[in-house]
């Protein structure tokens, strides 16, 4: 059983800076992507940001130059630090992860809430 549990969420105002984790644990044997998507409310599931095993990063078009993906391979834990946030940066915020372990999937966090506003 693989879980995804994503920590640091909250209430920030605009300008502000939030880091968001995530750790997954069960019987893993190795994580190819990790990524984070937000799903704001009337609205589809969109891709925030992805790493690769090797470190190589992509982002969406919205978040660059505010946002930055770190992983440590060792922990199995990916981050999220979000700095400059904006309003429409408020939703969900899930982890995501391709993940090797009894079968080769992708598994999702619960999501953690994220609220830019004065």
């Known amino acids: 059983q693989v879980q995804l549990v994503e920590s640091g969420g909250g209430l920030v105002q605009p300008g502000g800076s939030l880091r968001l984790s995530c750790a997954a644990s069960?019987?893993?044997?190795?994580?190819?992507?990790m990524a984070w998507y937000r799903q704001a409310p009337g609205k589809q599931r969109e891709l925030v940001a992805t790493?690769?095993?090797?470190?190589?990063?992509n982002y969406a078009d919205s978040v660059k130059g505010r946002f930055t993906i770190s992983r440590v391979n060792a922990k199995n834990t990916v981050y999220l630090q979000m700095n400059s946030l904006k309003p429409e940066d408020t939703a969900v915020y899930y982890c995501?992860?391709?993940?090797?372990?009894?079968?080769?999937?992708?598994?999702w966090g619960q999501g953690t809430q994220v609220t830019v506003s004065s």
């Open positions: 995501n992860g391709y993940i090797v372990s009894m079968e080769v999937r992708d598994y």
């Open positions: 069960g019987n893993i044997f190795s994580i190819y992507r």
């Open positions: 790493i690769t095993s090797g470190g190589n990063t």
